[in-house]
Each structure stands twice: as C-alpha cells, then as structure tokens.
C-alpha cells in the first residue's frame, strides 16, 4: 500500500467565506485540464454510443428546420436571397445559429445535470460549461459538411482563401456564447425556472438575427440597431465566406468583436465564479 | 506536537431556507409584495411573508488535525456534521471563520456519485479520478489495484449500469481508497453493502491509518468509530460539545442519548 505523497508540493489552501466578487483561476483549471478532457470525452462517448441515430440527430435538425423555413420563407413569402436560393442561405447562418445557441444552452444547464457530482464533490465547477464547448464545435463540424454538400450540389463552393477566416469566426463566435453561457449558468443557481425563460429568450435573439431573412429587408435607418446585436456581424461574416455575399469583414469590426466577446467572457467568468459558492447549498 | 493537516478557526455556517426555492416566479411576487409588507409592518401588523430563514448550522467551530490523526464526528441528526465535512472537502464555504488545509483532500461523502451509468467500470474510473482531482499519470498507476481490489476485472469494460449494486459500491469504495491522498473524508459511506464488503472496507481503512493517512469519518456505528478513531469530536446543535479520546467521548455521547430517550 503506498499513498501518493505529494506534501511538498502542497501549498496550504484556505477556505474562507466567499467574497462578493470572486476570479477565474486560471491556474486551478488547468490543473484540472485532466477532468476537462474526460468530461468531453464522456459527452462525445454518450452521444455517439448510438452512432447512427445520434449522428442522423444532428444533421436532421437542421435540415427539419431548413426544410420549414424553405417552405414558409423561401416558396411563399419569397425573402429575396441575392445569388443563393433560400434553402442554401439560411442553412449558412442556421448552422452558426444552431453552434452559438448550443453553447449557450448547454452551458447554462451544465451545474443542474451535474448537481449529484457537485455537492459531493470539489471541482472548479467552471469545468462544467466549458467542456461543452467541443461538443457544440463537433456539431457543427458535422452540420457544416451538411452545408458543404448543399453547397456542392449548387455549385456556390469554391475552394477559397475566405474558409481560412473561419478559424477567427469560430473563435469570436465561441467565446461570445461561452461567456452569455455563463451569465445564464450563474442567474440558473439562483432561478431554477430560467430554463424556460432561456429557451424564450433564445428563440427571439434568433429571430432578431439576419438567419431567416437577409439584413437588407431591414430599413436602412434601422439596421444599425440590428447591429447592436454582434452576432449580426458575425453572420455577415460567415455568409460572405460560404456564398461569396456581401463586402469583406472589415478587419477592425472583427477585431472589436474579439474584444467585446472576450469582455462579455470574462464579466460571465466573474459573475459565475461569484455564484458558483452558492450551488451546492441551494441545490 | 505532529505537524498540522487542518485547521479550523472558529467555523461557522449559515444556511437560508428560502421558501418556494429560487424561482423567478417567486422572486417577482417577493418584489411586488415587497411594498405592501413594508406598509403592513409600518403599521406594526403581522406580515405573512417571510423571505427567507435562516438556520447556523455550524457555530464557532475550532479544532486542529494533526498528520494521521483519525477523527470521528458524531452527533444527532441535523448536528452539522454532514455540513462540517462538506466545507472540509470545499463543497461549500463557511460563512464565518476559516478552514485552512495543510494536506490534500479526498473526500466520499457518497458512494458512486459521478459514475456514469452508460461509460464502463474503466471510463467512470477515469472519469471519477479526475474528478476527485487526480493526475491522469495517477490514475493510471493505480488502475490495476483498483480493479483488482473491487473484483470487477471481468466486467471492467461493461457499462456500469449493468453492475449488480455490490459490485457498484465496491468499484466506488475502491476507486476513492485508491486514489486517496493525505486526508480521507468520510460521511457514514462505511455503512454501506454486505458485511463482508464493510469487512473488507474496515480493514482498508485501517492500512490507509497505518500508512500515514489522516482519516476524518462520520458514522451512527460506535464501534466503527471506536475501531478506526482514536479521537472524536461531538457535535450538538452546529457546536462542538466534546472533543477527546473515542472512548470517553462515545461513551459520554451514548448516555446523553439514552437519557434523552
Ligand atoms: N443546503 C441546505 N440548506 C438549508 N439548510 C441546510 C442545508 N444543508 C443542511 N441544512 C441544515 O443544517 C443543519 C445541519 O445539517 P447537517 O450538517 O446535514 O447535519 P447532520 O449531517 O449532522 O445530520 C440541519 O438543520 C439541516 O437542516
Ligand atoms: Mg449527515
């Protein structure tokens, strides 16, 4: 029988009461890195336990939805789409969309579907949201293909220097929803019902972004207004990656997007760490 | 005098009992209703809502933990002693006073809690180790003594779900054991399975004492306390009553409750 001694690495922890405002500590998460990778190894392991209906899952949805909005939007309402038909032109956000909401989702409801571990438990619970974080990407790298081959099938893909702005989009695109993910895990400690008023906020936030129908049915006084939204930029951005539509992203709105999501990231980190005290004893 | 593995500085802990927990349908009818019971107490009238209660858990509690020291916490149910552990382990943070930690902690305030029904007995290995915040490098070291120890080999690449319960508290115990650095936290999970599993659990329990382990465990059983605890602390009503030699203080804590019967 032989402990593993460490002692003389240990240096003294003290535990105190929490104070109002509270930081990310960087250091202890990555001294976690290990809980991190089994974490989204176990998420990747149960989803595709049952391969085949886990991945037709992910690829049915947003086909269903394409197909509803194709009908409604497309065939009777007739939203101008410029170059691309109107199937092609709400995959290429939807699939943006469908990452973005994902993160958020899934983050904020990380500390309820754990709570059995986290009041037995110490961790730095902050593992929890950001290990959902791949496998939003992984959807979405399976929901791209789909919209690869859509846009194969209508000869718009061309292989382009543009897919190389992609990278900086996940990126900007990631570390927004992470950082909402984490104001709405935060408020979901204190109120347990917000599911539903997440799952309502979500719905409008998408329906007030340019997904279903191009920015230029808005009038043009108003636009700015959508603007406020940053997700509007960015999908501007992905649309004229994937359909060659509108103007280059300006380097300098990419560049305070950066800043903004990584604001909006760490004001999320701090609020969720000031919370994260309060789970086990309200759970 | 052995060097210190806890220190416990006037510890207390305050508990809110809200009513109708934390919905944001309650928390709005707390904001409208605010005025009107601010307006019913201006008239020095009873008002019937109240918003939260609060409950101390745990009062001024001090003690220290020397290096392998086993420490017994008994007391009544609703005592704090479920609380008093679960700020050691940094579940939850104390709302007065300081704990500070000299050694690592493991805690099992559960048995099984983080296994995943659906992964096998090797991924909730894994999986479990690193939540108690074990090195991958760790817990592949100890992999095989596991295993071994919970006499599951046959089974260890079957989802756990499939596991009968003896063969699920025993992978639990095991992996907690095992991987189980300086101080060992224990809440009343020695009371679980058959009794040759709790044979065996006990007589683990010792090795890891004899081998240097600090050990603070929480049982209703007097004996396991009097086996494994050369020291216990009592607590009664969120404060320390007694804390001394396990015979003087069980005995003690085993009239008191007699008498109150
Ligand atoms: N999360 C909680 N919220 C409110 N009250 C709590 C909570 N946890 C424990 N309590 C209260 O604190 C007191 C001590 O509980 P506990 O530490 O579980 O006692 P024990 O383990 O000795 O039975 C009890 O009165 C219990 O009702
Ligand atoms: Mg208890």
Redesign the interface.
């Known amino acids: ?7 003389n690495e ?1 240096a ?7 104070s109002f405002l509270e930081f990310p500590r960087f250091r202890e998460l990555w ?2 890195k ?2 991190l ?3 989204i ?2 998420d990747i ?2 989803r595709f ?1 049952q391969t085949v209906i886990g991945f037709l899952w992910i690829i049915l949805q947003p086909l269903i939805q394409m197909s509803i909005f194709y009908v409604f939007l497309g065939v009777l309402v007739k939203v101008p789409t410029g170059n691309v038909p109107y199937h092609i032109f709400f995959l290429s956000a939807f699939i943006v969309w469908q990452l973005f909401s994902q993160i958020i989702n899934l983050s904020a409801l990380s500390l309820v579907g754990n709570i ?8 730095p619970r902050m593992v929890l949201p950001l290990s959902t974080v791949v496998s939003a990407l992984i959807d979405f790298g399976i929901s791209f293909l789909l919209l690869l081959l859509f846009l194969l099938i209508d000869n718009i893909y061309s292989l382009s220097f543009r897919y190389l702005l992609i990278p900086v989009l996940l990126v900007i695109t990631t570390v927004f929803a992470s950082g909402v993910g984490l104001l709405f895990g935060a408020m979901m ?6 599911k539903n ?1 997440l799952g309502f906020i979500l719905q409008i936030w998408m329906y007030l972004t340019p997904i279903m129908y191009p920015i230029s049915i808005v009038p043009e006084k108003y636009q700015i207004i959508f603007y406020l939204n940053p997700l509007t930029a960015l999908v501007d951005a992905y649309r004229w990656v994937f359909l060659r539509q509108g103007n280059l992203p300006r380097f300098d709105h990419l560049l305070i997007s950066l800043v903004v999501a990584t604001v909006l990231w760490f004001s999320g980190a701090i609020v969720f760490r000031s919370m994260e ?1 309060k789970i ?3 759970m | 005098m052995g060097r210190l593995a806890i220190k416990a500085e006037n510890v207390s802990k305050k ?2 009992i ?1 009513q109708g ?5 309650t ?1 709005f009818k707390a904001i409208l209703n605010a005025p009107f019971n601010w307006l019913m107490r201006q008239n020095g009238r009873y008002t019937h809502f109240h918003p939260s209660e609060t409950i101390w858990a745990l009062r001024n509690i001090s003690f220290d933990v020397e290096h392998g020291e086993s420490i017994g916490i008994i007391g009544r149910n609703g005592a704090g002693k479920s609380t008093l552990l ?20 493991n ?1 099992l ?2 048995i099984g ?2 296994f ?1 029904p ?2 096998s007995g090797r ?1 909730n290995i ?2 479990n180790g ?7 490098s ?1 817990i592949k ?2 992999f095989d003594e596991i295993v071994t120890f919970s006499e599951i080999e046959k089974f260890i690449d079957t989802p756990v779900k499939y596991y009968s319960s003896g063969m699920y508290m025993r992978l639990a115990f095991s992996i907690a054991v095992h991987l ?3 101080i060992l936290i224990l809440d009343e999970v020695l009371a679980v399975g058959d009794a040759g599993f709790q044979r065996k659990s006990q007589e683990k329990m010792g ?2 004492l004899s ?3 600090t050990i603070i465990l929480v049982s209703h059983n007097n004996n396991t306390i009097r086996n494994l605890c050369e020291r216990t602390i009592w607590l009664d009503n969120g404060a320390i009553k007694m804390d001394g030699t396990s015979d003087i203080v069980v005995d003690q804590y085993s009239k008191f409750i007699r008498e109150e019967n």
């Open positions: 029988m032989n402990i593993i001694r460490r002692e240990f003294p922890i003290e535990i105190a009461p929490p001294e976690y290990g809980l990778f089994f974490l190894r176990r392991k149960l336990q059995g571990i986290i009041i037995k438990c110490y961790f400690v204190l109120f347990r019902d917000m008023l005290n086990a004893d309200v | 508990y809110q809200r927990l934390g919905g944001l349908q928390s679960k700020i050691i382990s940094r579940i939850t943070r104390p709302s007065k006073g300081k704990i500070t930690l000299y050694q690592r902690v805690s305030l559960e809690t983080g995943n659906d992964l991924e894994y999986l690193s939540f108690l915040g074990m090195k991958l760790e070291q100890k189980t650095p300086e090795e890891l081998s240097g382990a």
